[in-house]
């Protein structure tokens, strides 16, 4: 599981010297431009990555584990004119889980963007086996004033009453449950950026959760 990172400006400015105005919010990717906002004086931005879908054993005496949780990154940012006059936001694609019928991994999640000044981790996909869940994002991989890592994806059982692994959880939502007992499919992770449950006895593993881009607007 990654760690927690606060970086020195986290704070720089403060909250205080500013007013609240409003918030945008960002479930697919897109453009902020700055001049649709003429008293802009600052923007705090969240970006969370996307979460790792959950694996398949096709088999039946096995189960899969679950995918991992996507990074949180944030950074308070006062220097507007610095701002691109139309900054790229990403907003990544949860990963896909393994369907039913083929051994393999769960996809890796998409990573979470502001342009190039904040960037969300996405979580891993599974291994594909019963032992290695998938890593959750890495604050090595985000960018900001702030990050907080998300969780790995749970390992499956061995046996196949025991059933798969949980998805890895994110700063903005929980992993999806795994499949249990009987053959059923992992369950997809929770908004925003949990990872897919691993899936039991070869039926689906869960898919991540999309990610999201969060933009406070201050004057």
């Given at each position: 599981m990654s760690t927690l990172?606060?970086?020195?400006?986290?704070?720089?400015?403060?909250?205080?010297?500013?007013?609240?105005?409003q918030t945008v919010y960002f479930t697919s990717s897109g453009s902020?431009?700055?001049?649709?906002?003429?008293?802009?004086?600052a923007v705090r931005v969240r970006c969370q990555g996307a979460g790792g879908g959950g694996g398949n054993?096709?088999?039946?005496?096995?189960?899969?584990?679950?995918?991992?949780?996507?990074?949180?990154?944030?950074?308070?940012?006062?220097d507007i004119a610095g701002l691109?006059?139309?900054?790229?936001?990403t907003v990544g694609a949860g990963g896909?889980?393994?369907?039913?019928?083929?051994?393999?991994?769960?996809a890796t999640g998409g990573t979470s963007s502001f342009g190039t000044l904040v960037i969300g981790a996405a979580g891993g996909g599974t291994s594909g086996n019963a032992t290695n869940g998938g890593g959750g994002g890495d604050v090595g991989n985000c960018t900001g004033d702030f990050a907080a890592g998300g969780s790995d994806g749970a390992p499956g059982s061995g046996l196949a009453d025991n059933g798969g692994g949980n998805g890895g959880g994110s700063p903005l939502g929980?992993?999806?449950?795994a499949g249990r007992k009987g053959g059923s499919g992992g369950v997809a992770?929770?908004?925003y950026?949990?990872?897919?449950g691993g899936s039991s006895q070869d039926s689906s593993g869960g898919n991540g959760a999309d990610g999201i881009v969060i933009v406070e607007l201050y004057a």
């Open positions: 990172r606060v970086g020195a400006s986290a704070t720089a400015g403060g909250v205080d010297s500013y007013r609240y105005v902020f431009t700055k001049a649709s906002y003429p008293w802009l004086r054993r096709a088999d039946t005496g096995d189960c899969a584990s679950g995918g991992g949780g996507g990074a949180l990154a944030e950074s308070f940012i006062t691109a006059a139309s900054e790229t936001v896909t889980g393994q369907p039913a019928g083929t051994q393999g991994e769960g929980g992993g999806g449950r992770g929770n908004r950026g949990g990872g897919g």
